[in-house]
C-alpha cells in the first residue's frame, strides 16, 4: 500500500520580508565626500546634526541635496538617549562624544528596535562606532578604516598612578592633571 504524502508541508518558506535597510548619517559622512548609495535605503540623521551645517558652502549644499533625495531628520527616545550615556560611560567614551553624536546613537538604537529593519550607522567617528559595536549596531567607515577592536577607556593620574573608572581630569588624591588610557580591548568580528 502506498501512502500519499503532501510536499507542500515540508517545502520551506523561501520567501522571506525583506529588512528595509536604513543609513544614519554622521557628519563625518556626509563631509567625506564620498558617494552613499541610494537605492533602497532610508537616509535618517539627527537635528543635533543638521545644526552643523550653515547655510552656503559645499558642505551644506551636499546636505541639501542629501535632504532632496530623502534624509529625513529625526528626534531620538529620551530612553535611548539614557541607555546611550548609561553604555558610553561603561565604555569610557561619554566624554568624548557630542550630545549631536549621542542622538544620533540614540536614533540609531530606536530604529534597531524594529525588527524589520537593518541599521546602519555611516561615521568615521571611533567613539561612536566603539559605542555602536557595544549595542550591536552595525557601522560603516566613509573615509577611514574604522575600528578592529572595541576598546574600554579609563582615566590614570600622571601624578599617583590612580586609575579612576569616571573621566575625571584633576585627581583628588594628589591634584595632578589625569590621561585617558586603554583598560581593555576586545575585538570586533565583522
Not at 508541508?9 to 565626500?33: H, N, R, W
Not at 541635496?65 to 561603561?90: C, M, W, Y
Request: with cysteine.
Amino acid at each position: 500500500m502506498r501512502v500519499k504524502v503532501k510536499y507542500e508541508k515540508f517545502l520551506p518558506v523561501l520567501t522571506m520580508a525583506k529588512k528595509q535597510k536604513i543609513y544614519v548619517l554622521d557628519t563625518s559622512a556626509i563631509l567625506s565626500g564620498k558617494p552613499i548609495n541610494l537605492n533602497d535605503v532610508d537616509l535618517v540623521t539627527t537635528s543635533g546634526i543638521s545644526d552643523e551645517f550653515t547655510p552656503g558652502g559645499r558642505d551644506y549644499k551636499i546636505f541639501q541635496f542629501l535632504k532632496e533625495k530623502g534624509l529625513t531628520i529625526h528626534s531620538p527616545s529620551k530612553d535611548s538617549i539614557e541607555k546611550i550615556n548609561a553604555v558610553s560611560k561603561k565604555t569610557g567614551d561619554l566624554s568624548r562624544l557630542s550630545k549631536a553624536d549621542i542622538e544620533l546613537l540614540a536614533l540609531s538604537l530606536d530604529m534597531s528596535k524594529d525588527e524589520e529593519n537593518e541599521v546602519v550607522i555611516l561615521t568615521d567617528d571611533y567613539s561612536i562606532q566603539n559605542v555602536a559595536n557595544a549595542l550591536n549596531i552595525k557601522f560603516e567607515s566613509m573615509s577611514q578604516s574604522g575600528i578592529t577592536k572595541r576598546f574600554k577607556w579609563t582615566c590614570r593620574c600622571r601624578g599617583c598612578g590612580k586609575n579612576f573608572k569616571e573621566n575625571i581630569k584633576i585627581c583628588p588624591i594628589c591634584g595632578a592633571k589625569t590621561k585617558n588610557i586603554v583598560s581593555g580591548k576586545k575585538a570586533i568580528l565583522k
